[in-house]
């Protein structure tokens, strides 16, 4: 992932929106990537204990409280709300695309995969920005 800080200034949603798209051309071109998504959302296996496997969801979530502090300081993540609630509610709300994204994916063309990931930035930006 990109360093939070180079993600901030006006441009700070068309970045996020630039990282969105190589993630989604990775997970195109490597079947793997979606595979692997798919072991942080296996509730009652073995590897959901992991620590290998929290210490990665910590570090993930630290990493979205450094871009949200970002896109608070630039203006482009709304600050009526304390930032570790937003952190919470944003988090929560990537986790369930998260999830249900591998289950759906075989059924999806690449220009449905493309349209989703659109209105999936759509909804976080309708979600944090002022």
Known sequence: ???????????????????????LAISAQQAWYIDAGKLFHLPDAPVAQSPA?????????????????????????????????QGELVFAVLQAMDRWLPQHMDALDAGSRQQLADRQLDCMRRLLAP
């Not at 360093?3 to 190589?22: E, Y």
């Not at 450094?66 to 709300?81: N, P």
Request: with cysteine; proline share 5%; charged share 20%.
């Open 1 to 23: 992932m990109p360093a939070p800080a180079g993600l901030g200034g006006n441009r700070f949603w068309d970045r996020i929106a630039a990282l969105l798209a190589r993630l």
């Open 53 to 85: 496997l929290q210490q990665a969801l910590a570090r993930s979530a630290q990493w979205l409280d450094e871009v949200l502090a970002i896109g608070r300081d630039c203006g482009a993540v709304r600050d009526d709300l304390p930032a570790l609630l």
